[in-house]
């Protein structure tokens, strides 16, 4: 099939990559030149394991293209995807314009049938307004609008698109459901884990999903917070509960909150969709209350440490949101940096990947290190924000030599508090000590 895909962001770019190789011809656009020239040019505009070679392999075999026509894309393809951002609005609710926009301009372009794919995370509701926007575009238009929401994460999004636990499709015509199942015939060979359902359901499954991960998160650190309290230990917790198999042992790790594009501005844009209409949700308002606290809940314990020791210098491992992503955005890492940095501590850090991006954020605000080695030199704390597996086999013994005092915060829980121990550290977990 003829696929064109609109936005070659994270979504766009995994869903157009694979779906070339599944045989399909697709054509990916986006209004950012800078975005499809680097593409071109053999670079991709974010790291994600696998997309890379993707992109290269499907380029060469000449089933995917890039390009800024926007019109061109309309023409090219039956089939298109709508992946353009989302992002969240200062009153909580998800910015349309982008999504609409595309919807336009696909109904002014569009001179035969067309199936147009709002994969975008959007409100329940908005399938509904796009269908009668073309119609009021152009009435002429023969488009079939349809919610087909993604569930990849990042960091994992090649092989999540390629193994689906659910393809969630929701509409209005048959004709619309059947072309659903060319466009995935190549992940549903073996087996049918396509959901057909309305556009609103479809649109609502996404949230929900979306908001009960964020609950569950937001659950095991109130646990954890408790803990910390009565001196129990957060991860036999989880660990004891998980093998309850109606809990199951997912999304168990306490930490300091979760960040993102997605799990923050989708549970808001829930509870903004369940005020405008009248309903009050307060357990989604406590889950994104709790997570906001949580993502700063260790900067006084820190601030008092550092304190109590006289000491002023911090390091920061992991910047990114989560690990195997550059992506920032929503990321906790920059919220404990600010809160450190403005009460006069010197920080230090150091990310993999994404340390020159941040470098636009913080410029000389930080020091910036190479190396977990050179970032903890002369440094009296070191605080673990995001999970990248090169912090998992650290020599402690060697690295707290360099040191002017050794005390570790652990803010994902990834360590044995008694291995810290043995090698001379102060352990501080989240839920743990
Ligand atoms: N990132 C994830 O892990 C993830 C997972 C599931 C769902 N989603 C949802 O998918 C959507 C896209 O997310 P993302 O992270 O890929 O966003 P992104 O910001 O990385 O990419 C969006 C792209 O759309 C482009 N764009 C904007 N307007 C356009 C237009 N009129 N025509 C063509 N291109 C246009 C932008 O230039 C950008 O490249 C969002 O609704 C998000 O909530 C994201």
């Known amino acids: 099939m003829k696929i064109s895909i609109f936005g070659t962001g994270y979504v766009g770019l995994v869903t157009g990559a694979s779906l070339a190789n599944l045989g399909h011809d697709v054509l990916c656009v986006d209004v950012d030149e800078k975005k499809i020239h680097l593409i071109n040019s053999g670079e991709m505009p974010f790291y994600e394991p696998g997309l890379k070679e993707l992109v290269l ?82 009435p002429e238009a023969k488009i079939d609008l349809v919610s087909n929401p993604e569930f990849l994460k990042q960091g994992n999004a090649v092989y999540d698109f390629n193994h689906p636990d659910k393809i969630v ?24 884990p396509i959901i057909e359902t309305n556009w609103e359901t479809s649109e609502m499954i996404k949230y929900a999903n979306n908001a009960f991960l964020a609950t569950k998160i937001s659950f095991i650190n ?55 209409h009248h309903y009050q949700p307060q357990l989604l308002q406590q889950v994104e209350e709790l997570n906001e606290r949580q993502k700063t809940i260790i900067v006084p314990q820190i601030i008092d440490k550092l304190k109590e ?59 910036y290190s190479n190396s977990v080695k050179d970032s903890v030199v002369n440094s009296n704390l070191i605080v673990l924000v995001t999970e990248w597996d090169e912090f998992r086999n650290v020599d402690f013994s060697e690295l707290g030599k360099s040191m002017k005092t050794k005390i570790l915060f ?8 008694e291995t810290l121990k043995e090698n001379g550290f102060e352990y501080y977990g989240v839920g743990r000590k």
Not at 58 to 80: C, M, P, Q, W, Y
Not at 263 to 270: C, E, G, H, N
Not at 330 to 359: C, H, M, Q, W
Not at 410 to 417: Q, S, W
Request: hydrophobic share 35%; charged share 25%; glycine share 8%.
């Open 222 to 276: 109130e646990i954890a917070n408790i803990c910390n309290k009565v001196g129990a230990d957060v991860k036999t917790v989880s660990k004891a509960i998980g093998k309850d198999y109606r809990i199951s042992p997912k999304f168990l790790n306490a930490g300091i909150g979760y960040g993102g594009s997605c799990f923050p501005k989708d549970v808001q844009a829930l509870i903004n969709t369940a005020k405008s």
């Open 309 to 367: 020791i006289n000491g002023n210098q911090v390091t920061i491992w992991g910047l990114t949101f989560k690990p195997k992503t550059s992506d920032l955005r929503g990321a906790t890492s920059l919220k404990i940096i600010e809160e450190l940095i403005d009460n006069g501590f010197k920080v230090n850090i150091y990310d993999p990947i994404a340390l020159e991006e941040v470098r636009t954020i913080f410029s000389d605000k930080v020091t």
């Open 57 to 138: 392999k499907n380029k060469e075999r000449a089933r995917l293209i890039f390009s800024t026509d926007i019109e061109g894309a309309v023409h090219f393809a039956e089939v298109i995807f709508n992946c353009v951002g989302t992002p969240m609005k200062d009153d909580g609710s998800a910015e349309l314009k982008y999504v609409f926009d595309v919807t336009k301009k696909v109904a002014l372009s569009a001179k035969e049938y067309k199936v147009l794919i709002n994969k975008s995370t959007v409100p329940p509701g908005t399938a509904k307004k796009c269908q009668e926007l073309i119609t009021k575009t152009n």
């Open 169 to 192: 499709v929701g509409a209005e015509s048959e004709k619309a459901f059947q072309m659903m199942h060319k466009v995935y015939h190549g992940l549903v060979k073996t087996y049918m």
């Open 410 to 417: 652990d803010g994902r829980n990834i360590y044995e508090p």
